[in-house]
C-alpha cells in the first residue's frame, strides 16, 4: 500500500514538473531575447566567479603571509627560550648558593654562626662581624634579585612573542573563514553556470536556427569588440599581399597570411562571433567564415581555410568564442604545404574585400 502510494506521488510529481517547468515548456519557442537573456546571466556569474577566484587568491597569500611571520616570530621565541634556560639556571645556582650559606650559618647555629659574632672580645668587634656578616648577605641577596630580573625580562618578552604569534594565528584563522566562505559561494556559482550550460546546450539547435535565419535576414547584427587574436601559435610564414603564387606562378594577391604546422595542430577563432559559413570549397579545401559584428557600418569577417572536413568542429549558425579551436590544420585544397591561411574580410557585400589581418591584431 504505501509502495502503491510513493509510486503515484512520485508519478504525479514527475508529470507535474513537465508541466510546471518553464524550460521544457518554452524549449521549443526560445526567442533571440531569451538567447541575450541566457548569455547576459552567463556573462554575471562567470564575472562573479572571476572576482571570487581573485578574493580567494588574496586570502591565501594572507594566510601565507600570516604563516611567515608565525615563523619568524617562532625562530626568536625558540632563541628566547634559550636565553629563558639559561636565566633560570642562574638564577638556581645563585639561589642555591644563597640558601647553602644560609643552611650553613644556621647549622653552625649559636655554637657557629652566632658564637663567631660573640666570641668577639669586644662589642665593637661583634659590630663589625655583625656588619661584615650582614653585608655578604646583601650582596649575595641583591645578585639573586638581579638574576630574577633578568629572567622575568625574558619571560616578559616570551610572553610578548607569544601574543604576537596567537594574533597571527587569528589572522590566519580570520583568512582561511573567510575563503571556505568563497569556497561555499563559488561552489553554488558553478551549479548555476552549469545549469545556464545546460540550458545553452539544450537551445543550441534552437539558437542556430534563430542565427541562420537573421543572417539571412540580415537582423544579425552586434558590434565588432577587437582587437583579434592570432588564430594560431605556429609561425607566420607568409604576409599578406601581392606575391607570386606559389602553385599559378602569375602575380597575385595573397589575400591572408598563412601559418605552418604540422597537420592537427588547432586552428582558433579569432574573436567571438557566429560561423556564418562552414563548407568545403576548391581553393580553399574547407571553408568556415566567422561573422565578428559591424564596425563602423561595415561587417567584419574572418576566414579559415585548408582543413580536412573531419577536423571541423563548427557548423553554420554555431557561436564561437575567442581562442575555441574550430578546427585543426590541413593540406586540403590549393595548398603547398601543411597550413592555416587565414583572412579578415570587411564590408556589406556577398564577397567583401580582404584586408591585412595584422591591422586587426
Ligand atoms: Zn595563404
Known sequence: MVKKVAITLSLFILVASFILSPDLIFAEKISREKINQIKTQKKTVLDQITAKDSAMKKEIDKMKAAQQKIDTIEQDAAKVEIALNQAEQELKIYDDKFKLRVRKLYQRGEMGYMATLFAADSFGKFLHRFEIVRVIMKKDYALIEERR?????VKQKLTAFNKLRDEQNQEVQKSKKAYDQLMAAQKKDKTKLSEIQEIEEMHEEEMIRINLEDLRS?????????PLQRPSHLRQTSAFGY????IHHTKKLHAGIDFAGPIGT???????????????????????????????????????????????????????????Q??????NGWS??????????????????????????
Do not use: C, M
Request: charged share 15%.
Open 218 to 226: 540580415g537582423k544579425l547584427n552586434f558590434p565588432y569588440v577587437g
Open 243 to 246: 606575391r607570386i603564387h606559389p
Open 326 to 331: 574550430i578546427t585543426s590544420i590541413g593540406n
Open 266 to 324: 588547432p586552428v582558433l577563432a579569432a574573436g567571438n562571433g557566429v560561423v556564418v559559413e562552414s563548407r568545403p570549397s576548391n581553393g580553399y579545401g574547407w571553408l568556415i567564415t566567422i561573422y565578428h559584428g559591424t564596425q563602423n557600418g561595415k561587417r567584419v569577417y574572418t576566414r579559415y581555410a585548408h582543413s580536412y572536413p573531419n577536423q571541423v568542429k563548427v557548423k553554420a549558425g554555431q557561436e564561437v568564442v575567442a581562442g575555441e
Open 336 to 361: 603547398t604545404g601543411p597550413h592555416l591561411h587565414f583572412e579578415v574580410r570587411l564590408g556589406n557585400s556577398a564577397q567583401p574585400p580582404p584586408v591585412d589581418p595584422e591591422t586587426y591584431f
Open 149 to 153: 630580573q633578568a629572567k622575568n625580562k
